[in-house]
């Protein structure tokens, strides 16, 4: 009878490394976060008792700027399939510096709702707290994506992305989108249910 330790057993190969299926599963729960606060949101504006406000230009502006971090990210990814260490290299960096660019604008958003008198707490109305809540979870998820593309540069930094070796920098690129077509979501929903 053959015994574990000599059997020869070869892990099945689903074609997905742990780390993207631990992506997707991460990904896949941020979107149940966020479409049970937005549907919260929906209900509770129902009820009435609800401020509305003007979106600040500073929220359009960091759509823009977190859009353009996607297309630099993407060449980033070009880039390495084609070798070219520098383009990788010029295009995280360009990609991590839009990426403090759209916390910026986030921040000078936030400014702009306070002297709208939208505010964190406010016992009359909740709608400035989803607002936060809701864009302050993002920013947070963000965060992340902003380690994960330190931790890519640094890598790249070293030519460790290359035609032979993309898959880091495909999980970046993949959080990275993700969190992009999240604010714009976020984004376009904000804008019509304030």
Known sequence: MDTPETLDVQPANTGFSSARILL??????????FAG?????IVRQAEGNWKHFELPVAFTVSTIVILVSSL?????LLSARKNDYQGV????LLTLGLGFAFVFTQFLGWNSLVSQGVYFVD?????GSFFYVISGLHLAHLA?????????????MRDRYHAGNVEGLKLCATYWHFLDGLWMYLFVFLAVYR
């Open 24 to 33: 997707w599963l991460g990904i896949a729960s941020i979107v149940m976060l």
């Open 144 to 156: 992340f994506g902003l380690l994960g593309l330190i931790v890519t540069s640094m890598m790249a």
């Open 123 to 127: 016992k009359s109305t909740p709608s």
């Open 72 to 76: 630099s990210m993407h060449a980033a």
């Open 37 to 41: 606060l937005t549907s919260g949101y």
């Open 89 to 92: 290299r010029r295009y995280l």
